[in-house]
């Protein structure tokens, strides 16, 4: 198969399937990690090992005779599986416009490549069987790389299939989150198409609640579980309307870009103005709600290193400070309407769909996890389901106002973290990025959010004897990724009671 045109489009098509792969299924969309996924994962991994045959036998020999008849074979069932991943792609998940595109441009060039291989099969069949060696100089070598590339993916696609039964069952009934509430009550929730928000609302909608949601771009409430009222602005809400709870946890992200002075005005405004057109639609409703239940986060307590703190522990400056401090000053007008307020100090929310956790999975799955700094900072965490419980306890417990730190009640250090994260996907962790090195890239951000860090206890849930479903960090991350399927295991919580995890 000595055709120069030929090899080109194959080396064209192995670009763009890796990037592909790489940025789309790996980085963008991260399929590994939606159990939503499961037959699109197999689609994958069968298509790529096809591919592997493929790539292997046109780069180092002459396939003739039957040979040649079972490649055609598998270039046609290769084009039926990929048709197939279209439709499941589509009824499935909803494909960016880059990911569109590609696809596209894979399937006209392939196109491409059939047209001109379909007469070098042809005539190869024809010949008596047969597998004659040949080396196409760098076209051989690159597709041997090619070859070990998607049997790599292939076979992480299917382990991620399998996985994905055991991240559905994990995962839980949402309605059994928010149990505590009474029936059919009406939630208005700001950012609810965010990670923590769209749990929320999954939550209450299966709990028979009436959920509004307010979101600046109704595309983002595509994904939300219905029926789900969506509005784009609280003035669409009538003096007269009637709503038993607001949760407020809308905000630009913190974490997912340098902290230039635009981007910390736009972290600091965000939450303000979307907190005081909560106060102002309180202000002017004739029925008032029986409480407002609004985002902060740890952050508050500043940068304290080894201090254990709690709700009556006071501040150190920093610039996580300040967004927590006029976040909760924000709401503060609204405790003068005679409405409930609870500020919710939110610690590094564990979830797969989100946050922390979903950024480091995949680089953890091969091999890069990794120690930040010393790794003797703190990491006040709590898993994403044991937030909407509090979220929840918040919303009924009248004795509960003012700040109330969302954190499970044993705090780690990074390093604990890391090998934790580490173990429960079974990978090593042995890389350790110096904190010069998060200093220079990452600016004041890795500073205060990957080198700074806090203890913090959940002092008021304590008290009030909150059962947490994920008390400690190794169990918990094991059960999260996919782990622990057989028998969930039972752990005593602060107050001595024996709890089990989430999702039995």
């Known amino acids: 198969m000595d055709n120069p045109l030929l090899w080109t489009l194959v080396a064209i098509q192995i670009v763009m399937g890796g990037f592909d792969t790489v940025f789309h299924h790996e980085g963008t969309e991260r399929l590994a990690w939606r159990a939503s996924q499961k037959t699109e994962l197999t689609l994958h991994g069968v298509r790529n090992l096809f591919y592997a045959i493929i790539f292997f036998a046109f780069g180092w020999c002459e396939p003739q005779g039957a040979f040649a008849i079972a490649l055609s074979l598998i270039l046609a069932t290769e084009v039926i599986v990929t048709l197939w991943d279209f439709v499941e792609e589509d009824l499935t998940r909803k494909l960016p416009w880059t990911e569109r595109i590609n696809h596209t441009l894979l399937t006209l060039n392939y196109g491409a490549i059939l047209i001109l291989a379909a007469p070098i099969l042809w005539s190869w069949a024809h010949l008596p069987t047969a597998l004659v060696p040949a080396n196409y100089g760098w076209a051989s070598i690159m597709s041997t790389i090619a070859a070990l590339g998607v049997v790599l993916f292939g076979i992480r696609d299917l382990l991620a299939a399998t996985r994905s039964e055991r991240l559905t069952l994990n995962r839980g009934d949402a309605a059994k989150l928010v149990t505590e509430l009474p029936e059919r009550q009406h939630v208005l929730v700001t950012g609810g198409t965010g990670f923590i928000g769209n749990r929320l609302v999954e939550a209450l909608v299966l709990g028979g609640h009436i959920v509004t949601v307010v979101t ?289």
């Not at 004041?444 to 008021?460: F, N, S, W």
């Open 216 to 504: 600046r771009n109704v595309r983002h409430a595509e994904n939300l579980r219905h029926p789900v009222r969506i509005i784009t602005s609280l003035d669409q809400i009538h003096d007269d309307e009637h709503l038993d709870i607001i949760v407020n946890l809308a905000g630009e992200p913190i974490a997912n870009g340098l902290w230039t002075s635009r981007k910390k005005a736009r972290i600091i405004v965000s939450r303000e103005d979307t907190t005081r057109a909560v106060a102002a639609l309180i202000d002017r409703l004739r029925t008032k709600p029986a409480c407002v239940i609004s985002g902060s986060a740890i952050g508050w307590y500043g940068l304290r290193e080894d201090e254990t703190l709690t709700e009556w522990s006071g501040s150190k400056p920093a610039f996580v400070h300040d967004v927590c401090d006029r976040w909760e000053n924000a709401a503060a007008p609204i405790s003068a309407t005679g409405v409930r307020v609870v500020l919710l100090r939110i610690g590094l929310v564990m979830g797969i769909d989100g946050g922390l956790l979903s950024r480091l999975l995949t680089p953890v799955e091969f091999g890069g996890g990794a120690q930040l700094g010393s790794g003797k900072q703190w990491m006040s965490w709590i898993e994403l389901d044991d937030l909407i419980r509090v979220i929840a306890r918040a919303m009924v417990d009248d004795t509960l106002s003012g700040p109330v730190n969302a954190v499970a009640p044993n705090p780690v250090r990074n390093e604990e973290f890391t090998r934790a994260l580490a173990k429960a996907l079974h990978r090593p962790a042995l890389i350790r990025i110096p904190a010069a090195a998060l200093k220079a890239l990452l600016g004041q951000m890795g500073q205060e959010t990957m080198l700074g860090g806090q203890r913090v206890l959940p002092a008021k849930l304590q008290k009030r004897n909150f059962s947490f479903n994920h008390p400690n960090i190794a169990p918990m991350l094991q059960h999260i990724t996919g782990g622990q399927t057989s028998k969930i295991p039972e752990f005593e919580d602060v107050s001595g009671r024996v709890v089990r995890q989430a999702g039995e």
